[in-house]
């Protein structure tokens, strides 16, 4: 029987006992050179390059590493050749010297080196998604990357082009927006800075001329399918105000001001869910709906109260449910009562009853004339 070494028992390689060779501290050393790379972010090009080859000596040295930057410099020369240049230079950084980042498309998808199947494919829904909501730049950095997750059984199966994001009720139109318009607000909006802007508000006090000042971005709101910016002109309250409008835009060097008692849940509830209320002030109301059958499954699957309740309508049969749940009181509480047309009921409150009966009277008199 052959017989083991002690190192050979407790798993280890004979020769090892002093540390890490040579060999395998350049190869830490290169590992640790890869992870110092940050992603191509064409997002923030004017104002972010990547790392160079002094930063990337900084961060080696926070790993007890310490060598030479032409050492550095030949590491990062290997890599390139390693990925078929998944890793690219931008020689316009400037003083600073040449900076270098994971390039946005390579041909192993390497500029999202870190990610497994799992986020790769929450990405790629995430751009399904938004891609009726988020301007396109950003997706076409990442080209046809999904392509390369790696999956099991043949490489014939194209999994990507087998899933689909779709609207419920009536497709719209996205507005059109200027990706360089809106990179611009995206980018003094991330990077906290003020952005001079030039709007063309619907406002008729300014006659159609464009309102021209410099505003401080306090928060991003998406809804209904389009990019809101709430921001504040000079000393101003906050308001909002939509990419699309925006005619021109200049990030500047002075950072935001943002109001102390500015806070973006309650401003959302005051500009964004139509409150009934004129002083802007959103109210609870207890709802009681009586649905056909077919029509509630919606409302049974997406409940819109967290203390939703549902019962068979004695007085109906089986064809009708009874709904009560705690909502918030808004116009938009009747826009979506009102499209259920007459396949819901308001039972309670009555003053929400008498409102949408009210509502059914106008129809009628509308298509009797």
Known sequence: MDKFTDDQKDGKVSGTKDGPNEQELAIRRILYVAEALPPCMPLFRQHYRGATVSDIEYYLGEKGIHVSR????????????????????????????????????????????????????????????????????????????????????????????????????????????NDRIVQTLLTGYLLGKKIEISYNTTDPAYAGQPLLGIIDPLGIVIRDGRLHMVCRFGTSTPRYISFQRVGEAKITAESVSTPE?????????????????????????????????????????????????????????????????????????????????????????????????????????????
């Open 70 to 177: 032409r050492t550095i410099q030949r590491d990062l020369d290997l890599i390139k050749r390693m990925f078929q240049d998944g890793i690219q230079e931008d020689k316009e950084r400037g003083p600073r010297g040449t900076a270098w980042c994971w390039a946005p498309v390579s041909p192993f998808g390497w500029h999202l080196p870190s990610l497994n199947i799992e986020t790769r494919l929450a990405l790629f829904l995430g751009r399904q998604i938004l891609s009726k909501t988020w301007p396109t730049f950003p997706f076409q950095e990442s080209g046809d990357s999904w392509k390369t997750i790696p999956m099991m059984g043949s490489t014939d199966w194209q999994w990507w082009t087998r899933i689909r994001v779709i609207d419920a009720g009536i497709p719209r139109i996205p507005p059109e927006m």
């Open 261 to 369: 008692d500015f806070n973006l849940d309650e401003f959302i509830q005051q500009e964004f869910l139509f409150p009934v209320d004129k002083q802007k002030r959103i109210s609870m109301l207890h709802v009681v709906l009586r649905f056909t059958k077919e029509a509630a499954r919606t409302v049974l699957e997406r409940p819109i109260g967290a203390d939703q309740e549902y019962r068979v309508d004695p007085n109906k049969g089986d064809g009708y449910l009874l709904v009560s749940a705690t909502v918030h009181d808004t116009k938009d509480l009747r826009w979506w009562i009102n499209g259920y047309g007459p396949s819901v009921e308001v039972l309670e409150p009555q003053s929400l009853r008498e409102e949408v009966m009210e509502n059914a009277r106008h129809m009628l008199e509308m298509y009797s004339s």
